[in-house]
């Protein structure tokens, strides 16, 4: 089973950037991606990146947060730019055994323990 980490979580005013990292303690072949969960609502996902680089976004993120992968590393990351308000949520990484890209949550196998992102007004 892998394990996955994240950091990079934290305080920051709307129209700020965060940049999150998820290592994985093996190597993974598989899509990786990003979920949130705010409170009391689903966890949605974010976006999702394959091992060959193919990326997919979440319509709420499209044009502010960008995913990128590190395979020598076992990392991915997510560069949060413009962030709202909205975007506050614990932000969890995931990893698939399978190599296509998917947003649906079930299609993943191993999940981080999450990292929270809190954006004011």
């Known amino acids: 089973q892998v394990q996955l980490v994240e950091s990079g979580g934290g305080f920051v005013q709307a129209g700020g950037s965060l940049r999150l990292s998820c290592a994985a303690s093996?190597?993974?072949?598989?899509?990786m991606g990003w979920f949130r969960q705010a409170p009391g609502k689903e966890r949605e996902f974010v976006a999702a990146?394959?091992?060959?680089?193919?990326?997919l976004y979440g319509d709420s993120v499209k044009g502010r947060f960008t995913i990128s992968r590190d395979n020598a590393e076992n990392t991915i990351y997510l560069e949060m730019n413009t962030l709202k308000p909205e975007d506050t949520a614990v932000y969890y990484c995931a990893a698939s055994y399978g190599y296509q890209v998917k947003s649906a949550l079930e299609r993943y196998d191993n999940w981080g323990q999450g990292t929270q992102v809190t954006v004011s007004s």
């Open positions: 990146i394959s091992w060959e680089y193919t990326t």
């Open positions: 093996g190597r993974t072949l598989g899509a």
